[in-house]
């Protein structure tokens, strides 16, 4: 049987999420703003949740019609056959998303959505199922316009950034499924030098950790909410992880992390240690601008602070300083920034041959790649 997906992700990420679907065999999509569309099976609809590094959350459609006032929203709500997708003893919360001039209080929604629904229940079996708006069993979502509703069973639950190896978080961390997006971006082939230069609680190293070494990034977690669903399918998710754990590789990639932070090199080593307590990754508890001896060439990442929530005393010369590093120390490297301070990353010195507009959170922020050479740009260019 096929259901209709619809895929949530980041703005700036529709592409990146349509090529991980291609590599797990689905090819026939819409792209939507900030989510893909497509028909699916529910030996796919498993994979999408265990394999997709950029996406948020895996949307089954269950039923889509016309609502103009909250009573015939009700009767919507209410028409559906609830217990065909799950059992009464399941725990359920109900998230609302309005676009609607009439109805566009969230919260009455969800409350309108969760009556119908524990309604169903009552007159067909004489009790109804509990509402546990922080560790539920079923995930329903609603969408609304002005006039078309849209159900959805959410089959991820938690929003699968939430990996599943209990992460250790820093200050100002960076989204995973943002990270790994950058990663793709960036065209990192899994194989050449990666650094991150100032790694906080190691966000992009654990991806690319996880990336390099095949790791499907949800394979620790053990809540889905696909689980719950009265058609889950055992057999199918047992052969879908058995080929996943196959899978992975021991890498030869050297990826290596540094923080001036001993505190951010410590999450970043007790996180990677989460994942694979064998990991390969060099992590070095030291200044970036102390660095010194990289002239292999590869890839290096940086989510420098913003002056949002780390504060910097000067933000224009310490990109000055970043720029001068980079082009003083690091030859032969490709570079990708990421920065929500527009203005002061002009003053890294360098002209980025692409710029790529994303959101880390609400901040908007600009993806930035600089190619580092020895010379002027002018020298290199003539050569």
Same mark, same amino acid.
């Given at each position: 049987?096929?259901?209709?997906?619809?895929?949530?992700?980041?703005?700036?990420?529709? +592409?990146? =999420?349509?090529?991980?679907?291609?590599?797990?065999?689905?090819?026939?999509?819409?792209?939507?703003?900030?989510?893909?569309?497509?028909?699916? $099976?529910?030996?796919?609809?498993?994979?999408?949740?265990?394999?997709?590094?950029?996406?948020? &959350?895996?949307?089954?459609?269950?039923?889509?019609?016309?609502?103009?006032?909250?009573?015939?929203?009700?009767?919507?709500?209410?028409?559906?056959?609830?217990?065909?997708?799950?059992?009464?003893?399941? *725990?359920?919360?109900? #998230?609302?998303?309005?676009?609607?001039?009439?109805?566009?209080?969230?919260?009455?929604?969800?409350?309108?959505?969760? $009556?119908?629904?524990? $309604?169903?229940?009552?007159?067909?079996?004489?009790?109804? /199922?509990?509402?546990?708006? #922080?560790?539920?069993?079923?995930? @329903?979502?609603?969408?609304?316009?002005?006039?078309?509703?849209? =159900?959805?069973? $959410?089959?991820?639950?938690?929003?699968?950034?939430?990996?599943?190896?209990?992460?250790?978080?820093?200050?100002? /961390?960076?989204?995973?499924?943002? %990270?790994?997006?950058?990663?793709?971006?960036?065209?990192?082939?899994?194989?050449?030098?990666?650094?991150?230069?100032?790694?906080?609680?190691?966000?992009?190293?654990? +991806?690319?950790?996880?990336?390099? &070494?095949?790791?499907?990034?949800?394979?620790?977690? #053990?809540?889905?909410?696909?689980?719950?669903?009265?058609?889950?399918?055992?057999?199918?998710?047992? !052969?879908?992880? *058995? !080929?996943?754990?196959?899978?992975?590789?021991?890498? !030869?990639?050297?990826?290596?992390?540094?923080?001036?932070?001993?505190?951010?090199?410590?999450?970043?080593?007790?996180?990677?240690?989460?994942?694979?307590?064998?990991?390969?990754?060099?992590?070095?508890?030291?200044?970036?601008?102390?660095?010194?001896?990289?002239? !292999?060439?590869?890839?290096?990442?940086?989510?420098?602070?913003?002056?949002?929530?780390?504060?910097?005393?000067?933000?224009?010369?310490?990109?000055?300083?970043?720029?001068?590093?980079?082009?003083?120390?690091?030859?032969?490297?490709?570079?990708?920034?990421?920065?929500?301070?527009?203005? %002061?990353?002009?003053? @890294?010195?360098?002209?980025?041959?692409?710029?790529?507009?994303?959101?880390?959170? #609400?901040? +908007?922020?600009? =993806?930035?790649?600089?190619?580092?050479?020895?010379?002027?740009?002018?020298?290199?260019?003539?050569?």
């Amino acid at each position: 049987m096929k259901y209709t997906v619809v895929i949530k992700t980041l703005f700036g990420l529709e +592409e990146v =999420l349509k090529k991980e679907l291609e590599e797990i065999g689905i090819t026939e999509v819409t792209v939507l703003s900030r989510a893909i569309e497509f028909e699916a $099976d529910l030996e796919q609809i498993y994979k999408c949740n265990l394999h997709l590094r950029t996406a948020l &959350s895996v949307l089954v459609k269950i039923s889509y019609g016309k609502v103009r006032n909250e009573n015939e929203l009700y009767s919507f709500i209410r028409k559906v056959e609830w217990d065909s997708y799950f059992d009464i003893d399941k *725990t359920i919360a109900v #998230r609302a998303v309005s676009l609607s001039t009439k109805m566009n209080h969230s919260l009455f929604l969800e409350q309108k959505t969760k $009556d119908a629904i524990v $309604d169903y229940f009552r007159d067909k079996y004489g009790y109804r /199922p509990d509402v546990d708006v #922080r560790n539920p069993q079923v995930n @329903i979502s609603l969408y609304l316009t002005d006039d078309i509703c849209i =159900l959805y069973l $959410d089959s991820s639950g938690k929003p699968l950034y939430l990996r599943g190896f209990d992460k250790e978080i820093g200050e100002a /961390p960076i989204n995973e499924c943002l %990270a790994a997006g950058i990663l793709y971006l960036s065209g990192w082939n899994c194989e050449d030098d990666l650094i991150d230069t100032m790694c906080g609680s190691g966000t992009f190293i654990t +991806e690319a950790y996880m990336m390099a &070494s095949k790791f499907p990034p949800t394979i620790k977690r #053990r809540e889905f909410a696909f689980l719950n669903w009265k058609n889950f399918d055992y057999a199918i998710w047992q !052969n879908i992880l *058995t !080929n996943a754990h196959d899978q992975i590789i021991k890498t !030869n990639a050297n990826i290596i992390a540094c923080d001036i932070s001993p505190d951010a090199v410590r999450l970043t080593r007790s996180n990677l240690m989460k994942i694979d307590r064998e990991h390969t990754v060099k992590t070095l508890p030291k200044n970036f601008f102390h660095l010194k001896g990289f002239t !292999n060439g590869g890839l290096i990442v940086c989510n420098p602070p913003y002056g949002e929530r780390l504060k910097l005393a000067d933000s224009k010369a310490f990109y000055k300083k970043i720029g001068d590093k980079l082009k003083f120390d690091f030859a032969g490297y490709t570079a990708w920034i990421i920065s929500s301070d527009l203005a %002061a990353v002009k003053f @890294i010195g360098m002209k980025p041959e692409k710029k790529i507009e994303l959101y880390n959170g #609400r901040l +908007e922020c600009r =993806l930035l790649s600089y190619s580092i050479y020895k010379g002027s740009r002018k020298d290199r260019d003539y050569k």
